[in-house]
């Protein structure tokens, strides 16, 4: 009995706690590293150094930082709502880090191959706005809430068109798997057939992660700092590694969607020696350059050409995309069977 009880519960609890560890630690490590990749990148097109003081060539630049957040005292404003203010970070990097159960990094690694891994994903992303509402009302401050709003309706409007890119997808595979959205890319990625789409994915991704040139919740003219203004030590510094962390996640899921996943770029040597891992984290790391050079390179939207982009633009031409999509299908007789 006792034995049964120890292979039945206790072991393969075990194992998912170490796979979660497995996951979340390498994930940590990557969200540090991405903050000095970022200003090293950015130094390099304005032809600077970057932080080259801590550790050789200034290695050791993100735990430097992250002991200084650690050891900064955390500030709560007289008015605040305490409880709000405290948790709504640790909503925002704990829903960063739980949509990691469902991507997989190879054929076979993955913590939870659920049928449904695209709604899992779409749910968690929409969740997210709720810890940066939840900051910016808890501070009880003009600026915090205002930034918090802009932020909202930014992240909503951008949403919409990035549903209806996934569903695109979709159409394509016949199933709500990631792994099988990866699969059915063998012979052509996503991103040569539906080009336009990959695009808007990757520019609704930058105004969804609030990066630039769409940062509109953190213009420092009139907002301060937006949602995060009444924040400093450790609760800011859950803002700044969710916001990494959901870069990192949106380029992952470009991958999965459009640029094949783990499949190398062509299935003949020396290309599909490679291990599949190192292909999903090259193209990941591809995507994630791109967000540093997006946002060395273009200045920022106004909000009102924000929303135009979303409303006006994205919005009618994912729409027009999904009907064409659908019916390019119907005509070929090329649609997918659903997945049992």
């Known amino acids: 009995m006792e034995m049964g009880f120890w292979s039945g519960y206790v072991w393969p609890g075990l194992i ?7 996951i979340i630690l390498p994930m940590m490590g990557a969200v540090a590293y991405l903050t000095l990749a970022e200003r090293k990148v950015i130094a390099a097109m304005q032809m600077r150094k970057g932080p080259n003081v801590v550790g050789p060539f200034g290695l050791l630049q993100p735990l430097a930082d992250g002991l200084k957040l650690l050891t900064k005292e955390t500030i ?5 709502n305490r409880f709000l203010f405290i948790i709504a970070p640790m909503v925002t990097f704990i829903l960063a880090l739980v949509a990691w159960a469902v991507i997989p990094f190879d054929e076979g690694w993955v913590l939870a191959d659920i049928n449904v891994g695209v709604l899992y994903l779409f749910a968690i992303s929409s969740l997210g706005v709720y810890g940066i509402i939840v900051a910016g009302w808890a501070s009880n401050s003009r600026y ?7 932020s909202a309706a930014q992240m909503v409007s951008y949403e919409v068109s990035i549903g209806f890119v996934i569903i695109t997808v979709l159409l394509c595979v016949g199933s709500l798997n990631l792994s099988a959205i990866v699969e059915a ?41 937006g949602y995060n203004v009444e924040y400093s030590a450790m609760t800011f510094g859950l803002f700044f590694l969710g916001e990494y962390a959901n870069m990192i996640l949106m380029s992952a899921m470009g991958t999965i969607l459009f640029l094949g996943g783990w ?8 290309f599909n020696w490679i291990p599949g891992i190192f292909w999903f ?9 791109g967000f540093l050079w997006v946002r ?7 909000y009102d050409q924000l929303m135009r982009l979303g409303w006006k633009v994205f919005l009618p031409f994912t729409l027009f995309w999904v009907i064409l999509t659908a019916g390019v299908l119907v005509a070929f007789d090329w649609v997918p069977a659903p997945a049992m």
């Not at 998912?16 to 497995?22: D, E, G, H, S, Y």
């Not at 709560?76 to 605040?80: L, W």
């Not at 499949?263 to 020396?270: C, M």
């Not at 984290?281 to 350059?289: D, E, N, S, V």
Request: hydrophobic share 55%; glycine share 4%; with cysteine.
């Open 263 to 270: 499949l190398p770029i062509v299935d003949v040597a020396p």
């Open 76 to 80: 709560i404003p007289t008015g605040a």
């Open 16 to 22: 998912i706690v170490l796979q979660i560890v497995a």
């Open 296 to 302: 060395a390179t273009f200045p920022r939207y106004r």
């Open 144 to 150: 915090p809430f205002l930034g918090a709003l802009r």
């Open 281 to 289: 984290l090259g193209k990941t790391f591809a995507l994630l350059f």
């Open 185 to 225: 890319q063998r012979g052509l990625w996503f991103c040569i057939p539906l080009l336009p789409m990959f695009v808007i994915y990757y520019i609704s991704a930058l105004a969804e992660t609030n990066r630039a040139p769409f940062d509109l919740p953190e213009a420092e003219a009139e907002l301060v700092s």
